[in-house]
């Protein structure tokens, strides 16, 4: 572990918080191009995800909420960049906002968006799209048992440094009721079964590209399993980006996407 910023509220004056460091701030290059990482990895999920954006509203609505995967994952780098940026200006209120940010995405957003895109794009007389909706619910109840506790306490805000890349996995409020095994698996349900059950082929294999995506974090990259899941998540949604693109759930549900 090269570096790690906590927050203490109690030492809060008014917006600013002050970070007591475990140790000093090593400004090495390869965070400056980490930072550049997350920034590019944004410009280019935003660009993408917005053109794909506007042809899902020309071709078909029920695209949308698929469409705006990339975009928000382009959001969800842009702020871990600034994380990037405050811990190598060792600025803990940009990390602490940086990471606020970075984790909306990932505990509350993703785990409620993902089953109710699959819901959107579902056929009304599919027998699974009541239980995308249920999965959505659970998810808003799930992210925010995740994310409010964050919020609310800034001592559980904890960013390290880890192998050259950034690592959220200190705290989660959620471990005080179950094992965090449990509470990974939860989460894995809710973004890769929805997909995993859709009507559509392609929206099968895009859950397919889901768990290819865990079996290399798992595999190779546990030391900030976090912060590379979503970066790989987030390039994976560009198989949306393909789906939309070709209009593949026309060809198995003409009447809908023709």
């Not at 602490?96 to 993703?110: E, P």
């Not at 390039?235 to 939309?244: E, F, G, M, Q, R």
Request: charged share 15%; with cysteine.
């Amino acid at each position: 572990m090269d570096h790690v910023l906590v927050f203490d509220t109690n030492h809060l004056t008014g917006a600013a918080h002050r970070a007591r460091s475990e140790e000093t701030v090593k400004k090495e290059e390869s965070m400056c191009l980490s930072a550049q990482v997350s920034f590019a990895a944004s410009v280019f999920l935003v660009g993408g995800g917005t053109a794909i954006s506007v042809l899902a509203l020309q071709r078909n609505k029920r695209y949308l909420p698929l469409a705006l995967m990339p975009l928000f994952a382009g959001l969800q780098q842009f702020t871990e960049g600034f994380v990037w940026v405050g811990m190598n200006g060792n600025d803990p209120l940009t990390v602490l906002w940086g990471a606020m940010g970075f984790i909306f995405f990932t505990w509350f957003m993703w785990p409620i968006w993902v089953p109710f895109s699959v819901y959107v794009l579902e056929p009304n007389d599919s027998p699974r799209k009541r239980l995308f909706l249920i999965l959505a619910l659970i998810g808003l109840a799930f992210g925010l048992l995740l994310y409010i506790p964050h919020g609310l306490n800034s001592n559980m805000v904890v960013v390290e440094i880890n192998n050259q890349s950034l690592a959220y996995e200190k705290s989660m409020w959620l471990d005080f009721m179950m094992p965090r095994w449990l509470t990974n698996m939860i989460y894995l349900a809710l973004i890769i079964v929805p997909p995993a059950l859709s009507r559509y082929k392609h929206m099968r294999h895009f859950a397919l590209t889901l768990v290819a995506v865990v079996v290399v974090d798992i595999a190779f990259l546990q030391f900030a399993y976090i912060s590379f899941f979503c970066l790989l998540a987030g390039l994976a949604t560009l198989h949306l980006v393909y789906i939309i693109l070709t209009n593949k759930c026309a060809r198995e549900c003409p009447e809908l996407f023709a």
